[in-house]
DNA sequence: AAACTCTACACCTCAGACAAGTTGGGGTTC
DNA sequence: GAACCCCAACTTGTCTGAGGTGTAGAGTTT
């Protein structure tokens, strides 16, 4: 176990390996860790390096340490980061969750959105409609219009879920084109500029409608 | 300005001092500090000491060092956690993120809910029914049973974003129920059986439309 | 102009020394 | 015996100097 793979920095190493032992229940909730004199003979590093790596978990709020006292573990696991989340489930749960954040949002759109929303709306669409766009801009341009939409929803939680989402989704994205480009384009674009005007007619059902039809294409293609 | 009151680590102190820089935008994100030697004698702390301050905000993942290239700023800001952001903004909005993932999660679940799903489902059914629960319990009770629905779903993104709601949806509805305790116990209950058998009927519609329903009645409730 | 080599400089690691703070035991006093 | 004080041992905090390793750009060559 922990087969101390040499891969990059030693203190990254030793951090890994402290919380390796932490998350095994070494040491629980609030207990101190040995010296930093006896842990760095014990995993092999220099006592300067051990500090470094216990500076690195302090940072993430795993580990605290008092003079005169101790080191303390005040945290068992770091609050997952929603990138990390991201990375490790399929990207269909993704496209899912994108599903209902996007549908949704697009019929409170239908309600909320202002003139500015839609001139907003209205001038990503533009941008997608050029044709010129090398693949990764085109993916760019898209996820730009749909961000629009969630901002008309005028929902800051369904906007920071929808940002989360982003960079996961705009690398499967990306990867999906190149082995299968759109075929239909025109109606890919079609799609799009139906959905804004569902929004501009304030139609909500239509709006969500569209979303989650469009959206439901994106999920079997990336599947 | 800094006026570097002493108070606690060295390494600390100058963590807050090159944040703070970082944060005036002395040095904009991408960009690469000076080099450890100069930084140290510039803020007037040992090489060692200014290491550990660089490791503390690595840590927190504002900074990133490369060895032979430099140290460089890749974040601004703190990532801000989700419980802050949740704290920050109403309550309806979090609500409105609610029905979006957990309308779609049951339509979902209808889909894929296996017996043991359903299982569990009615158990936090009856566990909900008992009336004689204090005011927090039945609030915890009520969650659990939301949250084997969003479960059933299969779909561990849904499940995540549930989670993170709930400290804060928790709370809100306590102080909800002080105010305005439920006046037809025996509806409520009743919404709650007829989403799980939707999802027992594997009925799509019927469940999101069930749990569209409830959820708006509480959107209503609390704004 | 392109490819290669090499050097200066960056971060990385270690060891040792001393400073500053905490803790607990032993002695003293009441 | 109990409360108090003092100090020694141990902890983390800081600094310095020395080498190691990796990068990037200048200079050279082709």
């Not at 749909?146 to 369904?158: C, G, I, P, Q, Y």
């Not at 799009?192 to 293609?221: K, Q, Y």
């Amino acid at each position: 176990m922990t087969p101390a793979v040499q891969h990059g920095r030693l203190a990254a190493q030793a951090a890994e390996v402290l919380l390796g032992r932490i998350r095994a229940g070494e040491w629980p909730l609030g207990h101190k860790l040995p010296g930093e004199t006896t842990l760095a003979l014990e995993i092999g590093v220099g006592r300067s390096t051990l500090r470094e790596a216990i500076r690195e978990l302090a940072g993430q709020g795993v580990l605290e340490s008092r003079q005169g006292s101790g080191v303390f573990v005040i945290s068992t696991d770091i609050a997952e980061d929603w990138d990390v989340v991201l990375r490790r489930v399929s990207i269909a749960s993704v496209i899912e969750a994108r599903v209902a954040i996007e549908a949704e949002a697009a019929a409170l759109a239908a309600h909320r959105r202002t003139p500015s929303d839609l001139r907003a709306m209205r001038r990503a669409l533009a941008r997608r409609s050029g044709t010129e766009h090398p693949l990764e801009e085109f993916v760019d341009v898209d996820m730009a219009l749909h961000r629009e939409v969630v901002a008309a929803s005028h929902n800051e939680v369904l906007l920071e879920l929808f940002d989360g989402f982003v960079p996961r989704v705009r690398v499967a994205m990306i990867e999906m084109l190149k082995l299968r480009p759109i075929h239909d384009y025109d109606a890919d674009q079609a799609a799009h500029v139906a959905l804004v005007e569902a929004i501009a007619e304030r139609n909500p059902a239509a709006a969500a409608e569209c979303s989650r039809a469009h959206l439901t294409g994106v999920h079997r293609a990336l599947s």
